[in-house]
């Protein structure tokens, strides 16, 4: 139980270009979901954290404009990268939070790699 | 703010050696405490958890104590095998900080074990 997946595995695009990354829970319902990004060789840096049907509450120095989240079921949230360049080339990496489920346990996808060229 | 320190890797060790990740954190408020593993090409696992001091978290022969003390929450096992090598990630969540519940990560320790 408890699993979490991500479309796509991997994108590569041109710079400018909108990329859209899906993530899904796949046995349970989600209420929050949890978006971030990972660099090489560092932590992951929560992007943003998104409720169903409402705005997603962004972290500080996240461009909410750059990075649209949205969270329309209690299964999926999407992040699109608008305008792309290469310095957005990163893994990123979803998790969720199972609705009436331990306020601190998130089950995490196993994350997109995006490279911009 | 809150924040997460591990100790830097790559960490390489032989079978059946003793692991130890060190991992000490800063909190305003009363954190749970998480130890996370990436396995290659995977997304993050929850390994194992404690959620208030003296806590001992376990799971698959890891373990981990939370030390309000020395603020600390060092990951051991006794001994390591091939199927441990992995990206270990400490993680604090503070409860303190408005209900929201978010996860904190420190950088991670690559663990390389050889046959």
């Known amino acids: 139980g408890a699993v979490v997946s991500q479309h796509p595995s991997r994108v590569i695009c041109k710079s400018g270009t909108s990329v859209k990354i899906e993530c899904r829970s796949l046995?349970?319902?989600?209420?929050?979901m949890f978006w971030y990004r990972q660099f090489p060789k560092q932590s992951l840096m929560l992007m943003a954290t998104s409720n169903e049907g409402s705005k997603a509450t962004y972290e500080q120095g996240v461009e909410k404009d750059k990075f649209l989240i949205n969270h329309a079921s209690l299964t999926l949230s999407t992040l699109t990268v608008t305008s792309a360049h290469p310095e957005d080339s990163s893994f990123y990496i979803c998790?969720?939070?199972?609705?009436?489920?331990?306020?601190?346990?998130?089950?995490f996808g196993p994350g997109t790699r995006l490279t911009v060229l | 703010g809150d924040s997460v320190t591990q100790m830097e890797g790559p960490v390489t060790l032989s079978e059946e050696a003793f692991l130890t990740i060190n991992c000490t954190y800063t909190a305003t408020g009363y954190p749970s405490l998480f130890w996370y593993v990436q396995y290659p090409g995977e997304g993050l696992q929850l390994l194992l958890k404690a959620t208030k001091a003296d806590d001992k978290g376990s799971n698959k022969g890891f373990e981990a104590t939370y030390r309000k003390e020395t603020t600390s929450f060092h990951l051991e096992k006794g001994s390591v095998q091939v199927s441990d090598s992995a990206v270990y990630f400490c993680a604090l969540s503070d409860r303190a900080q408005g209900g929201s519940e978010k996860l904190v990560f420190g950088k991670g320790t690559k663990l390389t074990v050889n046959p």
């Open positions: 046995d349970f319902q989600a209420t929050t």
């Open positions: 998790s969720a939070r199972e609705a009436g489920g331990q306020r601190n346990e998130q089950f």
